[in-house]
C-alpha cells in the first residue's frame, strides 16, 4: 500500500440554486446544479504514527482543527474502518473561505478519496457517499466523481450528468461574507409563514448544453446577500456588462461568479471587478473531476 496520496479538491458554483419548502426536520430543502471549477486546494495525506495531524499552507482561515472538514472526514473514515487513525494531512489552500464556494467540503471529500486509496480501497462508492453525507450538504456533490450534478434535499440525493464544454470563469470575493444560517433566516422572514410551492418542470434537454443551463440560472440566495453587501450588485452588473453568460452569487456565501465564452472576455470582467476592490480569481468549469495520484516515495538504488 502507498504511504501517500495526493488530490485536488476543487471548488464549485452553484448554476442553479432555489430554497425549496421546509422539512419538518427544521432544514430546508434544496435544489441546486453543481458544477465544479478548476480553483482548487491539494490535499496531501499520509500515514502518521497517531490521531489526525494537520498542517496548512497558505493564507485562508481554516479555523480549529477539530473543526475543519479534512479532519472529522479522516475521523469518520477510521470509525467506519473499527480503528483508530494514523494520519498526516497536507492541505495547500487556495479556495476562499466563507465564499460558497465549497472549499471545506471539497477538502473533506478529498480526504475520503485519499484515505480510501491509501488503504487500498476499503470502501466502496457507496459507503463513501454515505460518509459524505453525514459530513455536509456539499461533501456529496464532490465525491460522485462527476463535474456536473443536480442536487435535491439537503446533497443526499444527485442526478449526476455530462460535463459541459470548459468554459472561462471569473471568481470574485469582497471580503466580506454573510453567515448561511442569516441567509435562511432572512429568506424565511420575506416569504411568510406559508409559502407557496413553487411549479417547475425540467425537460430532458434543459442541461445538455450552456443555452439551455443560462436559461435555469438563478440564485435565490442573490438578493438578501447584496442587500447585507451592496458591492455584490455592482460586480454582478460588471460582469454582465463585460459578457458573462452567467452571473450569479456562488452558494450562499459571499462570492460571485461569471462564465463567459472567451478569455478575453473574462480579461475585461477581472479589470472591472477588480476596481471595485474584489480579489479576483481565473478558472476553468471542470469536464472531469481530480483523481487521486499515489505518492511514489523515495527511490531506491
Known amino acids: 500500500m502507498p504511504d501517500a496520496v495526493s488530490v485536488e479538491a476543487p471548488a464549485k458554483v452553484n448554476l442553479r440554486l432555489a430554497i425549496l419548502a421546509r422539512e419538518a426536520s427544521g432544514y430546508h430543502s434544496l435544489e441546486s446544479l453543481f458544477c465544479a471549477i478548476s480553483l482548487a486546494d491539494l490535499l ?4 502518521g504514527d497517531s490521531g489526525v495531524a494537520l498542517t496548512v499552507e497558505g493564507a485562508v482561515e481554516t479555523g480549529p482543527p477539530e473543526r475543519n472538514l ?5 475521523h469518520l473514515f477510521h470509525e467506519e474502518l473499527g480503528e483508530g487513525p494514523a494520519v498526516a494531512i497536507h492541505m495547500v489552500k487556495r479556495i476562499p473561505s466563507a465564499a460558497g464556494l465549497g472549499g ?3 477538502d473533506a471529500a478529498a480526504t475520503l478519496r485519499a ?3 491509501l488503504r487500498g480501497e476499503s470502501f466502496d462508492r457507496a459507503a ?5 453525507i453525514e459530513l455536509g450538504s456539499d461533501v456529496p456533490f464532490f465525491l460522485c466523481g462527476f463535474p456536473l450534478a443536480l442536487g435535491w434535499g439537503r446533497g443526499e440525493r444527485l442526478l449526476t450528468l455530462p460535463p459541459l464544454p470548459e468554459r472561462p470563469v471569473l ?3 469582497p471580503g466580506a461574507a454573510v453567515p448561511t444560517p442569516d441567509a435562511f433566516a432572512a429568506i424565511a422572514k420575506r416569504r411568510g409563514p ?7 418542470a425540467l425537460d430532458a434537454g434543459g442541461l445538455a448544453n450552456w443555452g439551455a443551463v443560462e436559461r435555469l440560472a438563478m440564485n435565490d440566495f442573490s438578493e438578501v446577500v447584496a442587500e447585507r453587501i451592496p458591492v455584490l450588485h455592482d460586480a454582478l452588473a460588471a460582469m454582465r456588462d463585460a459578457g458573462a453568460r452567467i452571473a450569479l452569487l456562488a452558494g450562499s456565501g459571499g462570492s460571485v461568479f461569471g ?3 472567451t478569455d478575453d472576455a473574462r480579461d475585461a470582467a477581472r479589470g472591472r471587478v477588480e476596481a471595485l476592490g474584489l480579489a479576483c480569481w481565473d478558472a476553468d468549469t471542470l469536464t472531469s473531476m481530480p483523481t487521486p495520484r499515489v505518492d511514489p516515495g523515495p527511490e531506491t538504488a
Do not use: E, K, Y
Not at 479534512?70 to 479522516?74: E, F, G, K
Open 44 to 47: 496531501t495525506v499520509r500515514r
Open 104 to 106: 471545506g467540503s471539497s
Open 194 to 200: 406559508a409559502p407557496p410551492p413553487r411549479a417547475f
Open 171 to 173: 471568481v470574485a470575493h
Open 128 to 132: 463513501l457517499l454515505r460518509m459524505a
Open 70 to 74: 479534512a479532519v472529522r472526514a479522516a
Open 259 to 261: 462564465i463567459f465564452d
Open 115 to 117: 484515505l480510501n486509496t
